[in-house]
């Protein structure tokens, strides 16, 4: 179970985050929700140990993340797909996914079963193994985005709006592999400006607000509520 | 394009040697000690695209190790009578210990303050180079006696282009075993990608600092390799006229290609005579020239001469 308990951080001067709480526990699937620049990405980021923290703990089966290494809280089952194309464009997509890998890279063997594991569910990135991520299409790209997160092993998966730039069609086959990753024992935490399509599939949703926790419940509850619906979902 | 070399990268090394130990049987000694000069422009400009090129880290130290390299060797080998290939080895050791330093000092600063971190240690380099006489004979220089090869001592230019050219294959085979590690695919992706590499386990900081302590470790085999054809060397060698030559070489050429690197290093490194031939009074315009093939490149071929060459050849392949 993965736990923030009252976390603060910030940019300089400027605060990002303000006591904020989340809990998600093993193989749930639980939304962030919130407008631009409300710290969705903050919260990732302090989960990953990118950004530090000022104030509260994180927790990961009631151990703390504080103060520990970006590469040792990969190695204890947190991956990020990180938001936008952030692949590493001028290498090949077989590169990109093995660096994903990084943290068994002495333990060969297991990087070719995870490989192959990342081809079956993307095949399309089979197809392009060879070739340069940058030449990919934006689909491609967050394929191999969540491909090279997977290749970690990872239990819990974080992910920063993987809907960001596509098309609809796109949008609906990509939810379709993330709601099937799920069901298939992933703990998920996934960051969305579509909302519609995150408390869908989430079976729990927080929403975030100028760095602060708005509110919180399950997905088809909050789905149901007024304001809720009057501020995220358009209706 | 990770993994074992490809056939050219093991068959650059040998070729050079070959060229390397037969050329002075056809060549005359100018162009032998220009032969040289060239050689320590490629090992530098080598040594410098490994934290620019491939880390994509900006450092102007590079200069700095080129000096304590030509020092360290030639000290050791004229005061303390140890041969050149020994020198060079312990010269390695002490200029990877000095950048492990400047690095763990310098890994908590970022972008711009860490370029200017790398220039402050440069000019400290150059002013001990300067004002530490006892040692390095200030400004006055260092006269240096012929190399103590071990087994012979190296008087002749034929011979100082040989061991040159042994060294350069060395340096060039390793930084294609570089290239295609763990630690040079980790370089790479910082480059891309400092945030992805981050979240995905790679230690950013370790990543950087082995980097640049192994590029440090190239500019002083350089400095080594100045003082095995040189009969003297003084800190001028060593001032920020070289190192803004060094970056142009990158720039020229192509960063993060060695293709690139070995361009731009030699043509930028033939300039000076052709300018000298060329240009008789307006020689004084030479430092202009060079700025303005800096600002020319950047604006025209931002990728340099190899990015030029393989976007035209790339285009001509979709077309065909």
Known sequence: ?235 | MYGTLSKSETLWPVFIVIAGLLLPFFANNYQLYLGCVLIVYVVLALGLDIIMGRAGQFAFSHIAFYGIGAYATAILQQRFGVPFPIGLVIAVLLSAGIAWLVAMASVRLRHIYLGLATVAFASAAQWLAQTWKGVTGGVDGMRLQPSDMIFFTSRTDASNFRILAVILAIMLLLNFLLIRSRLGRAMAAIRDSEHVASVSGIDVRRTKAWAFVISSAYACVGGGMLVVFNSFIDPMNFTFAPAVLLLTMLVVGGMGSVAGVVIGSLTMGILPEILRSTMGDFIVWQEFVYGLILVLSITLMPQGIWGLVRNRTESKRSAT
Request: with cysteine.
């Open chain 1, 1 to 235: 179970m993965l736990k923030l308990d009252n976390i603060s951080a910030g940019y300089g001067a400027v605060s990002a985050l303000e006591g904020v709480s989340l809990e998600i526990a093993d193989g749930q699937m639980v939304c962030l929700l919130g407008a631009n620049g409300a710290g969705k990405s903050t919260t990732l980021n302090c989960i990953s140990g990118v950004v530090p923290l000022r104030g509260g703990q994180i927790l990961l089966d009631g151990a703390p993340l504080a103060g520990i290494k970006a590469e040792e809280i990969v190695r204890r089952g947190i991956a990020q797909v990180p938001e936008g194309r952030e692949t590493y464009p001028g290498m090949s997509v077989h590169d990109n996914l093995v660096l994903g890998g990084w943290v068994h890279r002495r333990k060969r063997s297991l990087i070719r079963d995870e490989l192959d594991k990342v081809y079956a569910l993307f095949p399309r990135l089979k197809e392009r193994e060879q070739q340069h991520a940058g030449l990919l299409s934006g689909g491609e790209q967050q394929m191999l985005m969540i491909g090279r997160a997977l290749m970690s092993q990872p239990r819990i998966l974080l992910m920063d709006e993987p809907s960001l730039g596509l098309s609809p069609v796109l949008v609906e086959r990509l939810f379709e592999t993330i709601v099937q990753l799920n069901r298939d024992g992933l703990t998920i935490l996934i960051v969305e400006q579509n909302a519609q399509l995150a408390l869908r599939v989430s079976q729990y949703g927080y929403i975030l607000e100028n760095g602060e926790m708005a509110t919180h419940g399950n997905s088809d509850t909050l789905r149901r509520d007024p304001k809720v619906r009057e501020a995220y979902l358009g209706t």
